[in-house]
């Protein structure tokens, strides 16, 4: 009972781990860009959603319905005034300037909020849980998880059944024939990153709702979502999902034989499963 | 009558190479016209001048009495040119429906081809549709591609090189199309290597080399000397 106990959360944090790997899954897939910020801007998220709650009163659940927009339109900006003008053939260029990005979000958010670790609190739902006769499990975690899969859901409708998805798939296999198309990879590629921070905020309510957070702990919410996007295969959706839970169940199994070994199992799985297979679980056919 | 596409003393570099050298070329409403010319004369350069994709030094393009030269590649279709790129170029993420599909995406308005009447155009696109655009033969790939240009009904279809590496009876399935195209009021220039296919299809034949046009005329008056030696080079040599 303990081990399908321990099964069951591992799986559930995996879905807290693809959260915070589909944006990051969405934008390489479409520009090839590896957004070094991505834990930073979920971190960002969740100060605004923080910001957006103290001010209003409003509940975390209701303060990210006018955060997310928000953080579209950030994304937006962020990719049309910067990314887009180092994306190009080679990847340096933008690693840099993601990684600059990152540093700077982390200071700015220090000097605004401090080092002091902060929480969103969601009240009576965060204790509440419900028994499934063979386990218990924390609504929160499931509501993660359930979160995790109706975006990766969404995220795949989109992609696949529309004709915006129709525009991301074309861009990203030949941007110039593209343009003939009368696509304009550019604004393309801002959508992109606007859906994804989209996606991040909501991985930043999960976040903030279940933990402390505080300006620099980023690069490490970064780190899951690089080794869930890789595990599952780049540029496939529900590979990252797959990538998350994987992540999630190591660290859950690592944890339970001993706590101390909850991250580094985590780790170690990503190595294995990358000796197994080099190209992740889902690799994308034509990459 | 008007022309309906006019280049004049169009120039184009690639870097400090120049790849075009003063091209005029006028299209009539309603015409065919074929490019014709050895590797490297310049024909794919001239399209992806007028479609913006090649960068314009000079000269101009003018659609129905309009400049569009230098617009951008992502403008061109709207303002009623789209290309059949070299290369067919499909989007092997799209199915063959999906290729089709995105040739519409910034069209406005309506005009005859849907994707039921290039179904129709093309019967074996319908049957395929939900095949990945590059798992078909290379002739059923090059009728997507044509079907995918016309979705945007455009005033002027460029078409770059259909013929290549396909066999003799599938170019002429293909260009077995051209009439309906025609006659649903698209005008056309084919950039083609194979001579008489040119001969055949167009009204107006130019022939480049090192990115001049080196001989104009219909195909009734362009002996098959004249054309060797412009193809070739011989007075240039
Ligand atoms: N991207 C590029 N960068 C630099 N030079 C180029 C580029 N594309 C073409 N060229 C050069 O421009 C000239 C014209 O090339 P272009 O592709 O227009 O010829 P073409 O007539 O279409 O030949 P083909 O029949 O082989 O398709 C050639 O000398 C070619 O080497
Ligand atoms: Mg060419």
Known sequence: MIFIDTLAQGMLLGGLYALFAAGLSLVFGIMRLVNLAHGDLIILAAYLILTVATVTGLHPFVAVIIAAPLMFGFGWLLQTHLLNRVLGNDILPPLLVTFGLSVVIQNGLLSTFTADSQKLTAGTIEAA???LGVVTLGVMPVLTFGSAVLVIFALNQLFYRTALGRAFRATSDDAVTAQLMGIRPQQVFAMATGIAMVVATIAALYLGTRANFDPSIGPARLLYAFEAVIIGGLGSLWGTLAGGIV?????????????????LSGHIAFVLVLLIRPRGLFPRAND | MSALLQIAGLTAHYGDFQALFGVDLTLDQGQTVAIIGANGAGKTTLMRAITGVAKVTAGSVTLAGKDITRIPAPDILTHG?????????????????????????ARRGNGFWTLERIQTLFPILKERRHSPGTALSGGQQQMVAIGRALMSNPQVLLCDELSLGLAPVVIKEIYGAFPQIKDSGTSIIVVEQDISQALRVADHVHCMMEGRITLSGRPTELSRDAIHDAYFGVNHA
Do not use: C, Y
């Not at chain 1, 992540?247 to 991250?263: K, R, T």
């Not at chain 2, 789209?82 to 040739?103: A, D, W």
């Open chain 1, 129 to 131: 849980s419900v028994d």
């Open chain 1, 247 to 263: 992540i999630g169940l190591a660290q859950a199994i690592g944890a339970s034989i001993n706590p101390e070994w909850q991250i």
């Open chain 2, 81 to 105: 040119i789209s290309m059949v790129p070299e290369g067919r170029k499909l989007f092997p993420s799209l199915t063959v429906e999906e290729n089709l599909l995105i040739g519409a995406h």
